[in-house]
């Protein structure tokens, strides 16, 4: 079945963080194709020019880095000075490194969490604030992970601080929701954004997560980018301080196998089944 969703987001302007690469750039692609005027950020200049090299005056490149206050500060001041509001702000930037947690190193831990906590908060804090001085509300999608509610070796810093994003993001949802701002987290799982050719650990890896995901694929960038843009429509307009999860539904279980056989004499009373 096909059903064909569009999104008119003419007249509003959406700050995209992370917009070099991956989920990132296909946000920048998609609002700018829905009639919004777009600030893209990353501290990746030559990626971001490659991002934002279509769209012309209609997206502004901001090379900047969302873990410094000076860094959102740019990128906000950049919205509003460019276009002169700002309705939408998504806080995609983020950093996954793995490693054991016995080798794990302070430095890479306070990085993982100023770019994915702190940024996150300083993004949020700034957007909001120029969201309540325009009195029009606005909407901030910010990002997490299926692994921050699960185990995953190899992965302490990164689904710590996806966790702590999630909470977050429910405070935040509560103390903007007077100004009506809408706060919400966007859980991908397994997205196709991996580099190519895959290094043979990661396709090795991906041979064997893949085939048990319920979907049996993981998600293109598109699918994680359908679920911001609901959420910054009005189709989502009683929605605030939630967990949309684009995950293939690997967050409920693995890929159904052989069939469904129960071998347990024990319930053959509730069952009725005869065997023979």
Request: charged share 15%; hydrophobic share 45%; net charge negative.
């Amino acid at each position: 079945m096909t059903v064909n969703v569009t999104y008119d987001f003419s007249g509003q302007v959406a700050v995209i963080t992370g917009a070099a690469r991956g989920v990132g750039r296909a946000l920048v692609e998609s609002f700018a194709a829905a009639g919004a005027h777009v600030v893209a950020a990353d501290r990746d200049e030559p990626g971001l020019a490659q991002t934002c090299a279509p769209y012309g005056d209609a997206v502004l490149a901001v090379t900047a880095d969302v873990s410094t206050e000076d860094g959102a500060a740019h990128i906000i001041d950049g919205a509003t000075g460019r276009f002169g509001t700002l309705s939408i702000c998504v806080n995609n930037a983020a950093v996954a490194p793995h490693t054991s947690l016995l080798e794990e190193t302070v430095q890479v831990w306070d990085t993982v969490y100023a770019v994915n906590c702190r940024g996150t908060f300083l993004m949020t804090q700034r957007a909001g604030r120029a969201m309540i001085a325009q009195g029009q509300g606005g909407r901030i999608v910010n990002f997490s992970s299926g692994v921050s509610s699960r185990g995953s070796a190899g992965a302490a810093a990164y689904a710590s601080s996806r966790a702590a994003t999630e909470s977050f993001s429910r405070v935040a949802a509560i103390e903007l929701a007077p100004y009506g701002i809408l706060v919400n987290c966007v859980s991908p799982g397994l997205i196709d954004t991996q580099p190519k050719p895959l290094p043979p650990v990661m396709a090795e890896s991906l041979s064997r997560r893949i085939p048990a995901l319920p979907l049996a694929r993981p998600g293109e960038p598109q699918e994680v980018v359908n679920a911001v843009m609901w959420l910054c429509s009005d189709a989502a307009s009683y929605v605030t301080g939630t967990v949309l999860h684009v995950d293939g539904g690997v967050g409920v279980g693995t890929r159904a196998g052989a069939p469904i056989i129960d071998d347990d004499v024990r319930y053959d009373w509730v069952t009725g089944r005869q065997r023979t």
